[in-house]
């Protein structure tokens, strides 16, 4: 027989291994995306204007995917991730 205490260590550790695997395809998504290497392609440094616009754009779309995977809203903590691993990628 399973306590109530057991079963809400199971879903803690469950919530803990799916938080987990978000957080690392997020940040997989993130990475992939062209960035500003379209910028690079052309040997020009994008305006801030434009980098801005097209890291927002970026970042739609990277949280469409995941929530097409999903199936359900990303957590907040998402959003910050995505910025992370996009200005990670475009500063290599």
Do not use: C, Y
């Not at 027989?1 to 978000?22: G, N, P, S, V, Y």
């Not at 062209?34 to 949280?63: C, D, I, S, T």
Request: proline fraction near 5%.
């Amino acid at each position: 027989m399973t306590t109530t205490l057991e079963k809400r260590i199971a879903l803690l550790e469950a919530r803990q291994l799916f938080d987990r695997a978000l957080f690392n395809r997020v940040f997989e998504v993130a990475n992939e995306g062209p960035g500003n290497r379209f910028w690079e392609g052309l040997g020009v440094h994008p305006p801030a204007a434009a980098a801005a616009a097209w890291h927002a754009k970026e970042r739609e779309e990277v949280v469409a995917t995941l929530e097409q995977e999903t199936g359900a809203p990303l957590p907040r903590w998402a959003g910050h991730l995505i910025d992370l691993g996009v200005a990670l990628r475009d500063s290599r």
